[in-house]
C-alpha cells in the first residue's frame, strides 16, 4: 500500500574461485631432473623454516606499532555506515496504542523513531476510522495533528476503502484478511540539527486481501518514506511525510504461497520494534 506522489526505482549485483595444483608424485621434477638426495632435503628444510621465523618475526614487528592504543586494530572504533548499529536497545516504552514511544534526543534515536512510525503510518490499523485518530495523536506533533489526520481521512475515505475491499470500518470480509505490513531495511538522516530531523527509511512490504475470490490478492513492495520530525514534549514527532517507490531489487524466484497460508503467517508472526 502506498501513500505519497513521487516515483522511483533502482535495482542492481560476482564470485570468486580457487584451484589447487596437485605436486607429481615421480621422483623427478616436470623438467626430468632427478630429486636431490636427503642431505640436500634437509638443508633446504633448514632453509625454508629460517626463512619462515625471519617472515613471522617482521610482521610481528610491523603490527606491534608504538605501544599507542589508537594503533591497536581491537580499540579502533569502525567507521559508520548509512545504518550502522549502534548497540542501543530497543524502546520498551509503548503508547496505549501499542506504538514504541521515548526514543532518545540524537539523530539515532530520530532514525528508530522514524523507521518505527514508517511502520505505523503504513499498516492495517491506519485504514480503521476508529485507529486512525488515536495513530495520529501519538505519531505526530500535536501542532499538526488535526491537519494531518483531516487529510488521512481524505485518502482513506469509504471509495478507497470499498476499492481494496474493506468494509466502512475498514474492516475485511468474513473469512478473509486485509494485509498491510511494513519492514524497515534501511534508514538515512539527510538532515539534523537538535530539535528536527529530516530521515529516509527505505522499506518493503506486503499488502492486499487474503482470500480466493480477492481482487487484490497479498503481493509485495519496495518504497522510500521521508519522514520530517520534531522534538516535542520530549519525543520526535511527524511534522510532514510523504513516499516514494523503490530502490526495489530483481523479483526473486519463490513460490507463490496460497491464500490461506499467507492469511495464517499474518496471524502468527508478529512485528519488530525497530532501534539503530
Known amino acids: 500500500m502506498s501513500l505519497g506522489d513521487e516515483r522511483e526505482s533502482s535495482g542492481g549485483y560476482g564470485g570468486t574461485g580457487q584451484t589447487r595444483t596437485r605436486l ?13 638426495g636427503p642431505r640436500s632435503s634437509s638443508r633446504g628444510l633448514v632453509t625454508v623454516v629460517g626463512v619462515v621465523v625471519l617472515l613471522i618475526a617482521a610482521i610481528a ?110 474492516d475485511a470480509p468474513k473469512g478473509s484478511t486485509y494485509v498491510s505490513r511494513t519492514m524497515p531495511v534501511g534508514t538515512r538522516t539527510t538532515d539534523y540539527s537538535g530539535g528536527t530531523a529530516t530521515v529516509e527509511v527505505w522499506c518493503t512490504g506486503v499488502y492486499g486481501m487474503t482470500g480466493e475470490a480477492s481482487q487484490t490478492p497479498v503481493t509485495s513492495d519496495w518504497f522510500t518514506m521521508t519522514l520530517r520530525l520534531r522534538w516535542k514534549n520530549g519525543d520526535w514527532k511527524v511534522d510532514s511525510f510523504s513516499q516514494k517507490e523503490g530502490p526495489a531489487p530483481v523479483n526473486g524466484d519463490n513460490k507463490v504461497s496460497t491464500s490461506d497460508v499467507i492469511s495464517k503467517a499474518v496471524e502468527e508472526f508478529g512485528g519488530f520494534t525497530y532501534a539503530r
Open 61 to 170: 614487528f610491523a603490527n606491534r606499532g608504538d605501544g599507542d592504543p589508537a594503533d591497536d586494530p581491537t580499540t579502533t572504533k569502525p567507521e559508520a555506515a548509512a545504518t550502522a548499529p549502534s548497540g542501543q536497545r530497543p524502546v520498551k516504552t509503548k503508547s496505549a496504542a501499542g506504538i514504541p514511544s521515548g526514543f532518545a534526543q540524537d539523530q539515532e534515536g530520530a532514525e528508530s523513531a522514524a523507521a518505527n512510525y514508517a511502520v505505523v503510518l503504513v499498516s492495517a490499523d491506519i485504514l480503521k476510522p476508529a485507529r486512525r485518530p488515536e495513530i495520529v495523536r501519538q505519531v505526530f506533533d500535536a501542532g499538526r495533528a488535526a491537519e494531518l489526520e483531516s487529510t488521512l481521512d481524505r485518502v482513506y475515505d469509504k471509495a478507497f476503502l470499498t476499492k481494496v475491499g474493506l468494509d466502512e470500518n475498514g
Open 24 to 36: 607429481p608424485d615421480t621422483d623427478s621434477d616436470s623438467y626430468g631432473t632427478q630429486r636431490r
